[in-house]
């Protein structure tokens, strides 16, 4: 099943899901965005409006980021060589399982506990006997 099986765009959905997923269209407006897609301002709030199109552009941009992740990680690893690359480094061993993050967890507050005395304690083995007598004896 593909991702148009789900929900098939009109023909100036295409038009405006070709253009949504360009990566230079970050940061336009609503109205550049229908311009440089040919589309009315109507279509791009219908388009918007529907959640199956809303899937499909966020399914489409997805995977042409996925794409392009060999890219990024290149680049990564080509700045991680240099001088000024820490964070790429830091990124690259932790990819590889190399490194992680120390994390440490402070807990603070109060405890409140209330201490009950038990008042058979003290007691002898033959003052308890006594004490048990006396609950069987008045049931």
């Known amino acids: 099943m593909t991702k148009f099986d789900r929900y098939k765009p009109t023909r100036a959905e295409k038009k405006l899901l070709e253009t949504l997923v360009e990566p230079e269209v970050l940061g336009l407006t609503v109205e550049e965005i229908c311009k440089k897609a040919k589309v009315s301002r109507q279509t ?9 199109f809303v899937q499909l552009v966020n399914d489409i941009t997805l995977d042409l980021v996925k794409g392009k992740a060999h890219n990024v ?28 993050e120390k994390t440490e967890t402070t807990i603070s507050g109060t405890v409140e506990h209330t201490h009950t005395v038990n008042p058979l304690k003290e007691k ?6 006594e004490i048990a007598k006396g609950l069987f004896d008045n049931g």
């Open 73 to 100: 990680v290149n680049m990564a690893y080509k700045v991680a060589l240099t001088e000024k690359g820490f964070q790429d480094r830091k990124m690259i061993l932790q990819m590889a399982n190399l490194y992680s």
């Open 44 to 52: 791009y709030y219908n388009a918007m409006a529907k959640p199956l």
């Open 124 to 129: 002898t083995a033959d003052e308890l006997l």
